[in-house]
């Protein structure tokens, strides 16, 4: 089973309902980007990074810096990218992955879900993060 940072940015709350379920399927806990760093990469074998859409669908400008200090540490590890939105088509997330496939980032699989993750969504979470652990 491989080691498992779940990583995420929220506003009010639906990202890190993803976050945690992310977590519960990866058998790990879930961090807030500001207890997490580049020098941490190494000791996980598989990273998920959320972040709620921001302004015209762009993500947080904290959580963007943190990623892209992660992004050289990142190597061949799997990552998933994660968030929700409540305008827009989840255009941020299309840049998002676009941005860390060009930057050769093992970009897996992205999860978007409308305002507050339902059963269905959780469920969708908790099974990213099993496939995440392997």
């Not at 993500?59 to 968030?83: I, S, T």
């Amino acid at each position: 089973m491989s080691k498992v940072a779940v990583v995420y940015w929220t506003m009010g709350g639906n990202t890190e309902a993803m976050a945690q379920a992310i977590a519960k399927g990866a058998g790990t806990e879930a961090v807030e980007y500001s207890d997490f760093s580049a020098d941490q990469v190494a000791g996980f074998d598989a990273l998920a990074f959320g972040c709620p859409a921001m302004g015209s669908e762009e993500l947080d400008p904290d959580l963007e810096e943190l990623f892209n200090a992660c992004v050289p540490e990142l190597g061949n590890r799997p990552v998933a990218l994660f968030g929700s939105y409540d305008w827009g088509d989840g255009e941020w997330m299309r840049t998002w992955e676009q941005a860390a496939r060009d930057a050769g980032v093992d970009v897996v699989e992205t999860y978007i879900t409308r305002l507050e993750p339902d059963d269905n969504a959780l469920a969708a979470c908790e099974a990213l993060g099993a496939k995440l652990a392997g």
